[in-house]
């Protein structure tokens, strides 16, 4: 369908060059169309699908965007309220999506929406739904503290036909099939949080070596250069787990908690690497003029996009079988 037929590492690897992007937006962007909003398209779609969807998306024609999240159901999926329902060889589709990246600009959306009125966890399905269909309608771009090169829509539907041809998969898979989508998409993103952490450390380095305070550099107290080896030694930690739940991906091994460790590390310790080293910029660091200060609002969604920090935590005592029993 157009791509180069590499395994998942190779995403991997190019989702950890594209840190070297002194900005969120643009890898997370690339992110949406590379491992967020195909995936699922590409494992369980039908040839057609991928022929009208996959292909242009992959030549870079066509803009992806993931519709899944909506203002009552952000890490939630299950509470999505979103409908499809079948009416001959159509689906009607009612609802709306909430911060849907690239959603002013996508052709078209994998959508998840409630297709019966089942048991919450198999009752939705994954639909490919063009953006330019009569009853959609781009209600704002939404306006946020970071990420700010990339637009970030909310959506609404409104007796929204799209042919149920368009169906990924199984009608009732949808919400396993996300899980699913969802694993590529917290290892992406955990990757493209790498480079920017190295180079904000390596640049607070270079800072304070030569920024003096009483007469000495800042880099010479103690507890900024012992504070700083601390910081990337963690991310050098994060790469290793990282690799290693993307080795056993590629094995065809469920790596559903490794992800979710790196993705809840990657959250925490974005939001530490970037909040120690912008104290050591002191004023300087307050000010939009330097990189420290925008990957500290940038990164920040790392803690909430893709699954909250939280939601991590809950998915990984799951694993490690020690929530209370209900």
């Known amino acids: 369908y157009g791509g180069m037929g590499l395994d998942f590492s190779y995403n991997i690897a190019v989702a950890e060059e594209l ?21 699922a398209l590409t494992r369980f779609g039908s040839d057609e699908l991928k022929k009208q969807f996959l292909v242009p998306t992959i030549a870079g024609d066509f803009v992806a965007c993931l519709g ?14 979103t409908t499809a329902v079948r009416k001959g060889d159509e689906y009607v589709i009612n609802g709306g999506k909430m911060w849907i990246t690239s959603g002013s600009q996508a052709d078209w959306m994998c959508l998840l929406a409630n297709t019966s009125e089942g048991p919450p966890h198999r009752n939705k399905s994954l639909i490919c739904l063009p953006m330019n269909l009569p009853g ?49 998409e917290r290892l992406w993103g955990v990757a493209t949080v ?5 180079t904000i450390i390596q640049e607070t380095i270079d800072y304070t070596r030569q920024r003096k305070v009483f007469d000495r550099s800042v880099l010479h107290n103690q507890t900024v250069h012992f504070r700083l080896a601390e910081l990337a030694t963690e991310v050098e ?39 120690s080293c912008l104290q050591f910029w002191g004023g300087m660091g307050f000010t939009s003029e330097v990189l420290v200060s925008r990957f500290y609002r ?29």
């Not at 840190?19 to 995936?39: E, H, K, L, S, Y």
């Not at 899944?68 to 309220?81: C, F, T, W």
């Not at 790596?255 to 939001?271: D, E, Y």
């Open 237 to 275: 930690l994060l790469r290793s787990l990282l690799h290693r739940a993307v080795a056993l991906y590629v094995e065809g091994q469920d790596v559903t908690k490794f992800a979710s460790m790196a993705k809840l590390k990657a959250g925490r310790l974005a939001r530490e690497v970037t909040d």
């Open 194 to 198: 790498l480079t920017p952490l190295e």
């Open 68 to 81: 899944i999240s909506e203002p009552g159901a952000g890490s939630d999926v299950a509470n999505i309220k």
């Open 19 to 39: 840190g070297n992007i002194r900005c969120g937006g643009i890898p997370m962007a690339i992110g949406v169309q590379a491992g967020m909003a195909t995936p």
């Open 136 to 184: 959609i309608h781009v209600a704002k771009k939404i306006d946020k503290l970071g990420m700010r090169s990339s637009d970030t829509a909310q959506i609404f539907f409104e007796d929204v036909k799209v042919p149920s041809k368009n169906l990924i998969g199984e009608e009732g898979k949808g919400f396993t099939y996300q899980m699913l989508q969802f694993q590529e």
């Open 298 to 326: 940038d990164l920040r969604l790392m803690s909430i996009g893709g699954g909250t920090d939280e939601t991590m935590l809950s998915i990984i005592c799951k694993y490690m079988e020690i929530l209370p029993s209900k």
